[in-house]
């Protein structure tokens, strides 16, 4: 039910998005419990890897639909108004 409301967000978005990368689809393993417990320090410590985005919060999730918007794979539709 809801990939009919995605195709048709797509399709009423103004200007209409053609091709998004973005997907309601979810394979099983996108979805199964992976059960992994630690601070990543190890990981830093090893490849000097640091995270963009520091937190996990509305503004971060904002400024990533911002981003999708500026590529043209977000639907412009009065169903999100950041």
């Known amino acids: 039910m809801h990939m ?7 399709q009423n978005s103004n200007p209409p998005v053609l091709n998004s990368p973005l997907s309601p689809y979810a394979f ?5 419990k992976h059960g992994f417990s630690g601070d990543g320090a190890k990981l830093r410590a090893v490849t000097a890897y640091e995270f963009r985005k520091k937190k996990f ?3 971060t999730v904002k400024e990533v ?4 918007r500026k590529e043209g ?3 412009e539709t009065s169903l999100y108004q950041g």
Do not use: A, H, K, R
């Not at 099983?28 to 199964?32: K, M, R, T």
């Open 4 to 10: 009919e409301g995605w195709t048709q967000i797509l």
């Open 73 to 75: 794979t977000w639907p």
């Open 65 to 68: 639909i911002e981003s999708f």
């Open 57 to 59: 919060d509305v503004t």
């Open 28 to 32: 099983p393993y996108q979805i199964d």
